[in-house]
């Protein structure tokens, strides 16, 4: 007989034990998430309509995009908050480019499509290189460098655009691109999925993905094992950056305009509580794009529940802060509870 078993004896584990034992095995995400469909079910009928059913699956699909961005630049212990304004200002350069292209050469049709997506992405790889350079080579805090390039990004969008949205796009790309539905379903739900893929593939099965949770596990160990850590850490800021590019043309071709104000912090804000709410840790080294899409899918289904129930827009802003503010503290006390074993 140990002296354990003698001179110990165990307390007994209580309900609050058992609920948090629950809640940190299954996750706080797909309870919350079938306890709001259910009450959506009771309380709103139009909220399993198949209009309402499409719009939360296009807000779904934009989110999920910029959120699996984010999701990767978490991971390797930093963070993003340019995101919206890479949106902005893809959505004002192609639209420009396009505008111009369409004017000069108006049967050139599929060359003015593919210049004016190219010249949107250049955006967002220049966005994110500044970015990446000055968090791996300069060693500049990643909340600094990208507050400088959210306000650098606005305000090229606002200098070309004058605040005034920019038409003159190709229909072909408006109407059989971004408001086309295939298979009863919106363009954009496929290219999200095909991006969630992605990057599952790539966290799953590349060096590219080891690498970055290397990265964000230890940094130093990483290095020490050989890891081109600063190369990967561009890399993954531009990688970032140009899936905000993409969310960008997909939310302008639906819209049919470029405009400077798309995108903007309620999309940085959204990203950013997507990825944690998903169980990405702020302390990198953590994150799985799946459960980001399902925390993209929650935020989405949450902000259409309170707007088929009125709720004021500025309130929902407010909602959004404290369920970012207790995913983060739910994260730190889940680590807590794993250190004391």
Known sequence: MTGRAIGVREHPESQFDRVSRLVLGVGLLPILLVAMIAFMAVVEQKFFGLNNIFNVLRSTSFLAIVAAGQMLVLIVGGFDLSVGAVIALTSTVMAKVMAMLAASMPDQTGLVITVGILAGLACGVFIGLINGLCVAFLRISPFMVTLGTLSIASGIGLLLTNGIPVYGMPDAFVKDFGRALWLGLPTTVYI????????????????LGRYIY???????AAIVSGVPATGYLVLTYVMCSVLASIAGILMTARLGSGQATMGGNL????????????????????????MVALGALFL?????????LRVDSKMQVVVLGIILVAAVALDEWGKRRQLRG
């Open 267 to 290: 999309m940085m804000l959204q990203s950013i509580a997507a990825a944690v709410i998903a169980g990405v840790s702020l302390r990198g080294g953590i994150g799985r794009v799946e």
């Open 300 to 308: 989405s289904i949450l902000t259409n529940a309170m707007n088929l």
């Open 214 to 220: 290397a990265i964000g596990g230890n940094l130093q």
């Open 192 to 207: 999200a999925v095909a991006i969630i893929a992605a990057v599952w593939f790539i966290q799953q099965h590349t060096r």
